[in-house]
């Protein structure tokens, strides 16, 4: 069975700190997708990033950047010095290669403050 | 643009009144699905439809229902709400139902529904 991981409820950081969300993920499939989305105040899902399961290269995006490791089933997302436009709700999600059921953890809540 | 349009967006209804959430895309995707967002549970998918006349049901589909009569409709039903089925809803489209490059997954803006 897939399931994924968030053990961060909430974190808060003060704007320019560097911080890392977690996310640990299992599932029995050899093939399968990753993904990151950003839920502001709002409400819409934002799509950040998705990654395959045999492209293990690490991505950064401006001050995001993901860390894929299959070794301990981790798909960490780090922010580099925040800002208050950060401060969201975020989760990761794993899907199957054959199936767009997406299996969402239960989101880290982020507060950058100023 | 390509579109995952929700509507009503903001609910507050009573228990027991049947309501419908309607989602429409304008992609022409065959793969659609509902999730619905609880506090400390992230997202869990509620029904899909992987094509017209073709649905089935996710992880929490009690108390609801859906029909695929059209391609680019995917209504939600729910037929007797309860206040457990106060939640934020999100209606999601994808060309087919691989998750591979080249077929993201779009999602609604979201609909907040609130039992009393």
């Known amino acids: 069975a897939q399931k994924v991981t968030q053990a961060q409820t909430e974190i808060s950081v003060v704007e320019k700190e560097d911080v890392t969300l977690d996310c640990v993920y299992e599932?029995?499939?050899?093939?399968?997708?990753l993904f990151w989305y950003k839920q502001p105040p709002s409400g819409e899902l934002v799509f950040l990033i998705r990654?395959?399961?045999?492209?293990?290269q690490n991505e950064i995006s401006g001050r995001y950047s993901w860390n894929f490791q299959k070794s301990t089933s981790s798909f960490n997302f780090t922010i580099t010095a925040s800002q208050v436009v950060d401060s969201a709700v975020y989760f990761c999600?794993?899907?199957?290669?054959?199936?767009?059921?997406?299996?969402f953890g239960a989101g880290t809540r982020l507060t950058v403050k100023p | 643009e390509a579109q995952v349009t929700q509507n009503p967006r903001y609910l507050i209804t009573v228990t027991g009144k049947k309501l419908t959430v309607t989602c429409s895309q304008n992609?022409?995707?065959?793969?659609m699905s509902w999730y619905r967002q609880d506090p400390g549970l992230g997202l869990r998918q509620i029904y899909y439809?992987?094509?017209?006349?073709?649905?089935d049901k996710g992880d929490v589909p009690e108390g609801y229902k859906v029909s695929r009569k059209e391609k680019r409709n995917f209504p939600l039903i729910l037929e007797s709400p309860s206040p457990n089925q106060t939640s934020l809803y999100f209606c999601?489209?994808?060309?087919?139902?691989?998750?591979?490059?080249?077929?993201?997954?779009?999602f609604g803006e979201g609909s907040w529904l609130t039992v009393v």
């Open positions: 439809s992987m094509n017209v006349e073709v649905t």
């Open positions: 992609m022409n995707h065959e793969y």
């Open positions: 990654r395959n399961s045999f492209d293990e």
């Open positions: 999601a489209s994808s060309l087919g139902p691989s998750p591979s490059s080249g077929n993201t997954i779009y």
């Open positions: 599932t029995r499939d050899t093939t399968y997708y």
């Open positions: 999600a794993l899907s199957e290669a054959w199936n767009n059921d997406m299996r």
